[in-house]
């Protein structure tokens, strides 16, 4: 069974910088087409794809993100980490972790399971 | 960037009736289509996948059809368990994409 939870804070002031921690379990990060995606959701609105890492280092980023952005993982430790420099309210938000793998012949694939989320408020 | 566009933005569907989703890409994303669903404070979960592969544990009532740019998820009889917020996403070019969602209301 495979499981993620987002960790990290719940509160961030403007122009900080925010880390975000996803456990995992139940995959292994090393496996070929694996990958653990970041997606974001502010209140009462649609869902909005950040960053995924690949099980070879592959990293994707939101264009109009992407500036602001930095995944890693640590393979030894099930743990991917996003960073988003310069946070702003607009940032508000539920940050959930997902997997992807291609269950079909093809390079990618959906985001399944979810974690959780974390819900990450930036107010001074 | 491809756009993801969904239709209605709110269903009114009254229990045991048919629910049709629409979801319409800027430019094809050939079958690579998943559909999610939402409930109140619940993550995302797959429903649907390669724009009809129902995904592990989702019920027969659920289907996903079309290919290219037009695409929908038909709930053949809406359950109390049903009612949330659908999205759709491409996963055929990067950045990937979601539309904005249907939510799927009682009527």
């Known amino acids: 069974q495979i499981t993620l939870k987002e960790s990290g804070p719940t509160l961030v002031k403007p122009t900080q910088t925010l880390t975000l921690t996803c456990t995992f379990s139940g995959f292994s990060l090393s496996t070929s087409g694996v990958g653990v995606g970041w997606i974001r959701q502010p209140p009462g609105k649609a869902l909005e794809w950040l960053a995924l890492?690949?099980?070879?280092?592959?990293?994707r980023y939101s264009p109009s993100l992407k500036s602001r952005l930095t995944i890693t993982k640590d393979t030894s430790k099930n743990q991917v980490v996003l960073t988003m420099t310069n946070m702003d309210p607009v940032d508000t938000a539920t940050y959930y972790c997902a997997h992807s793998s291609p269950p079909y012949d093809f390079w990618s694939g959906p985001f399944d399971p979810w974690g959780q989320g974390t819900l990450v408020t930036v107010s001074s | 960037e491809i756009v993801m566009t969904q239709s209605p933005a709110t269903l009114s569907v009254s229990p045991g009736e048919r629910a049709t989703l629409s979801c319409r890409a800027s430019q094809s994303v050939s079958s690579n289509l998943a559909w999610y669903q939402q409930k109140p404070g619940q993550a995302p979960r797959l429903l649907i996948y390669?724009?009809?592969t129902r995904a592990t544990g989702i019920p027969a009532r659920f289907s996903g059809s079309g290919s290219g740019t037009e695409f929908t998820l038909t709930i053949s009889s809406l359950q109390s368990e049903d009612f949330a917020v659908y999205y759709c996403?491409?996963?055929?070019?990067?950045?990937?994409?979601f539309g904005q969602g249907t939510k799927v209301e009682i009527k």
């Open positions: 996403q491409q996963y055929n070019n990067w950045p990937v994409t």
């Open positions: 890492i690949y099980w070879n280092d592959d990293k």
């Open positions: 390669g724009a009809s």
